[in-house]
Every structure is written in structure tokens, then in C-alpha cells.
């Protein structure tokens, strides 16, 4: 199975680049908690020479319980909402910038690929805080597109959820 580098796309490498000399120019550290997208943004993020330095760090939380217990999302929600949800992915961006040094925290948590009958392929769940602002939440429906290309689309979303942070 050949498999498509997401991180070696211009435009996401580029896009990426004008993120983090922005988010160095204004002295402003990023963190990560990610699910489906397994480490991605974090490894998107730290491959940009001389800006790399704006990455504080990242959490890959596939599990329930490693978003409860590193990040603190509260059991209750994730049995209530579902991990795949608007709450947990809010919780898991807040979750990130209270425990690490970042003025500003993305989050994404979503069905990457087939799972269970009532799992919507394609969905997934973002969410973006920073520091004296409120938390932005944003769900998209890429639909059964395949794993790779969910994933590709996740960091666009990502990015563009960052460019519009920093306007």
C-alpha cells in the first residue's frame, strides 16, 4: 500500500512555515493534543527549520483514558459526549494549555477511518484555545475519503484555524 506524505505537501509545508513566523514573531508557543491525526500537527510543526523553537509540545491521546488522565478531560464528559465530540475536543485543547507553557493549543479527536456501524467516517472534531480568548470549536465531515486523505484535510483545518487565530 503506498501511502501519501502529508507533511511533504508545498502548500501544508509552506502554510505551516507562515504559522510558526508568525507565532515567533509575536514570542507565542504552541501545544498539541491530538487523536486521530496521531502526531501529525506536532511533527508538521516541529519540521520547519528556525521556527521550530515556537513548538512547546504535544500529547497523541488515542484512548479515553489517555485524554482523562495526561490532559484531564473530565470521565463524565467522555462517557456522556463520546470522545469523538465538540466537548471533548474543547476539553482536550484547554486541557493542553493548562499543562504545558503554550500561549496557544490545538485539538483534534475524530473517526480517521471505518469503525463501528454508528462511527461517521470522516468526522472530526477541532478546537483551539489561547490564552485570554475563547475556546474556538470547529467539526468537519470529510466523509469516507480514506485515512490518509482525512488526515491531510485535518492539518489544512488545523492551519487554517491557526492562520485565523493570528490575523
Known amino acids: 500500500m503506498q501511502r501519501s506524505d502529508p507533511l ?3 502548500d ?3 502554510r505551516a512555515q507562515s504559522v510558526l513566523e508568525k507565532l515567533c514573531a509575536r514570542d507565542i508557543h504552541i501545544a498539541t493534543a491530538e487523536s486521530c491525526t496521531g502526531g501529525l ?3 508538521l510543526l516541529t519540521d520547519i527549520e528556525g521556527c521550530s523553537h515556537a513548538f ?3 500529547f497523541v491521546s488515542y484512548t479515553d483514558q489517555s485524554k482523562h488522565q495526561p490532559l484531564g478531560v473530565d470521565r463524565a464528559r467522555l462517557d456522556a459526549c ?3 465530540s465538540r466537548p471533548v475536543a474543547i476539553a482536550m485543547a484547554e486541557g493542553v494549555m493548562a499543562r504545558s507553557g503554550a500561549q496557544i ?3 483534534t479527536t475524530g473517526f480517521a477511518g471505518p469503525g463501528r456501524p454508528e462511527d461517521e467516517e470522516g468526522l472530526v472534531h477541532f478546537a483551539l484555545a489561547r490564552e485570554g480568548c475563547n475556546t474556538v470549536h470547529r467539526a468537519e465531515s470529510f466523509g469516507a475519503i480514506g485515512r490518509d486523505a482525512i488526515r491531510q484535510r485535518c492539518l489544512e483545518t488545523i492551519l487554517d ?3 485565523e487565530s493570528l490575523m
Do not use: F
Request: a negative charge.
Open 12 to 14: 501544508i509545508a509552506d
Open 161 to 163: 484555524m491557526l492562520e
Open 105 to 107: 493549543a490545538v485539538s
Open 82 to 84: 463520546g470522545a469523538v
Open 8 to 10: 511533504s505537501q508545498p
Open 56 to 58: 512547546e509540545r504535544g
Open 41 to 43: 500537527v506536532a511533527a
